[in-house]
């Protein structure tokens, strides 16, 4: 369904959105460094966006030519995200 990848990166929520309409995903760098985590979605999809908390979309992001999507994730940092299906 997707990858996750990067030093510890962890996946700590995978839902569905309060809206119904797509997928919220959460990872979180437990660390005191910066990280990069790289997601690759397995699945169609119309949207990949970073969000807040409360599921409100900030900005579209867009796949590097591997089809993944390469993400800074600073130090005991969660980050959200919101997949339109």
Do not use: C, Q, W
Request: cysteine-free; overall charge negative; proline content about 4%.
């Amino acid at each position: 369904m997707l990858n996750v990848e990067g030093d510890n990166i962890i996946l700590s929520a995978l839902k569905t959105s309060e809206d119904g309409k797509g997928i919220i995903l959460r990872i979180y760098n437990p660390t005191d460094k910066d990280s990069t985590a790289k997601l690759r979605l397995n699945f169609s999809h119309k949207e990949f966006s970073l969000a807040k908390l409360s599921e409100e979309k900030i900005k579209s992001l867009e796949p590097e030519s591997d089809g993944y999507y390469s993400i800074a994730v600073p130090a005991f940092k969660i980050l959200t995200f919101k997949i339109e299906l």
